[in-house]
């Protein structure tokens, strides 16, 4: 039986590709208030175990399971900020468009909100000014903001944030740090970073993936491999 505040298990999951490992044996159990950091080297799987958990891709062997209230449903309210090179900023779409997409699969009663609450998110990531510029017209450290923008205006239960420091200046990534101490009271928080030093006083769980996965019990790591693993 699983436990209620169980969200998601990924349960055996590898995935092989060109004849490679990029991730196996990963079994990871995530729990509602959980605040779980990630980090590893470059290239070990980080971002790909992110997407095998948001089931925007298939593993090779083993399932993803979300739970909600202790049964197994099909969806969950997640909100995704990916790596800005995954997004292709030559897109026509403008700055507003694409916080508001966020809202995608919502239910009427949040839509009805749509531009109250794609105004919040443009002045909470302070991108007011360029909501009708094309996503292709910004800096990398404003593309990472909008990008934010989309994975909050839903205000969801799960947050997964895949290197969210990149390309913002140290203004805003102070911003960030405030913003995540806030959320993590009463938000499900997954983040993948290279910075640890900021987010491991916050953080509740902390993992090393490097094609597996190991569980650090040191809360003071800053770097890939300064923690005590499994």
Do not use: W
């Amino acid at each position: 039986m699983t436990p209620d505040n169980t969200l998601i298990t990924l349960t055996d999951i590898s995935l092989r590709r060109d004849n490679r490992d990029i991730l196996s044996d990963v079994n990871l159990t995530v729990n509602r208030g959980d605040f779980i950091a990630i980090t590893g080297p470059n290239g070990g799987g980080k971002t790909t175990l992110l997407r095998i958990l948001l089931r925007l891709i298939s593993p090779t062997a083993g399932k993803v399971d979300y739970f909600s209230g202790g049964s197994r449903v099909k969806n969950l309210p997640i909100g995704y900020l990916p790596q800005k090179n995954m997004v292709d900023s030559r897109f026509p779409i403008t700055v507003s468009e694409l916080v508001t997409s966020g809202l995608l699969g919502c239910d009427k009663s949040v839509k009805v909100k749509e531009k109250e609450l794609t105004a919040e998110m443009l002045s909470l990531v302070g991108l007011t000014d360029r909501a009708s510029q094309t996503i292709g017209t910004l800096s990398g450290g404003q593309l990472q903001r909008a990008l934010l923008g989309r994975a909050l205006i839903s205000k969801p239960e799960i947050l997964v944030l895949d290197e969210p420091l990149s390309y913002v200046d140290k203004q805003f990534e102070h911003y960030i740090y405030d913003l995540l101490d806030r959320l993590r009271h009463d938000t499900t928080i997954i983040l993948v970073s290279h910075e640890m030093s900021v987010i491991s006083g916050m953080a509740t769980r902390h993992f090393i993936i490097d094609h597996t996965i190991s569980e650090c019990h040191s809360h003071h790591h800053s770097v890939h491999y300064d923690c005590d693993c499994d």
